[in-house]
């Protein structure tokens, strides 16, 4: 099987613009997560879709929003781009939303706010 | 309020020696544990788990506890290799949401040939 996709894997982004990152899940895969990871932090929670609809939300302010499509690719956007938003974004997907199984990671997208 | 520290940010240790990563949780709602190790310019990939009903897990070289008492889990790698350099990150979750792990801020660990 293919694993998770994510496109671009690098992105540059001046202040006050917007961004839209692409996810493709393992296939079967129907849950798809978002993490944004900054220098030296761990990963922190956005949110999760499972069969287009967002489950789970981290706390994050409105401007990161997230959608889900039908074959289960997922897209994050993030408007009003600031400084602080320079991160790597990771998408994550896993076969359902519960039981004792892992998330499969894909490679991430780096993202540089200038 | 982080409910996943990893209070070491970095751990050398010599090829051979044993690698012990430790990991603390405050959400003793928590029932599911994971490691992921990350490679620069790669996504985290699955380590080993254990859910909350266990205290051991072993898989080849690399064994997890948990002490729920303490809310406390650690990481042995034994014997470490070099190829084990990397970032080691815990994370928790509840069963039921398989989608949603709350991580640490990652363990550097350099094993040294």
């Known amino acids: 099987k293919a694993g998770v996709t994510q496109t671009p894997r690098y992105l540059i982004k001046t202040r006050g613009q917007q961004v839209t990152l692409s996810c493709s899940p393992i296939?079967?895969?129907?849950?798809v997560s978002w993490y944004q990871q900054t220098p030296g932090q761990g990963l922190q929670f956005l949110f999760e879709?499972?069969?287009?609809?967002?489950?789970n939300k981290g706390n994050f302010p409105g401007r990161f929003s997230g959608r889900q499509f039908s074959n289960s690719r997922s897209e994050m956007n993030v408007s009003t781009l600031e400084l602080g938003d320079s991160a790597l974004y990771l998408c994550?997907?896993?076969?359902?939303?519960?039981?004792?199984?892992?998330?499969?990671f894909g490679p991430g997208t780096r993202l540089t706010v200038t | 309020d982080q409910q996943v520290k990893q209070n070491s940010p970095s751990l050398s240790v010599q090829e051979g020696r044993i690698s012990i990563l430790n990991c603390d949780y405050t959400?003793?709602?928590?029932?599911?544990f994971l490691w992921y190790k990350k490679y620069p310019a790669e996504g985290p990939t699955f380590l080993i788990s254990?859910?909350?009903?266990?205290d051991k897990n072993e898989d080849g070289r690399f064994t997890v506890f948990l002490n729920k008492s303490a809310k406390h889990l650690s990481l042995h790698i034994v014997p470490s290799q070099p190829g084990d350099s990397a970032v080691y990150f815990c994370?928790?979750?509840?069963?039921?949401?398989?989608?949603?792990?709350?991580f640490g801020d990652g363990t550097t660990l350099t094993v040294k040939p």
């Open positions: 994550a997907s896993s076969p359902g939303t519960g039981g004792f199984h892992e998330q499969y």
């Open positions: 296939s079967g895969h129907r849950s």
């Open positions: 879709y499972f069969s287009e609809t967002q489950r």
């Open positions: 959400n003793s709602m928590f029932d599911y």
């Open positions: 254990i859910s909350s009903i266990k």
């Open positions: 994370a928790a979750r509840l069963n039921t949401n398989a989608g949603k792990s709350t």
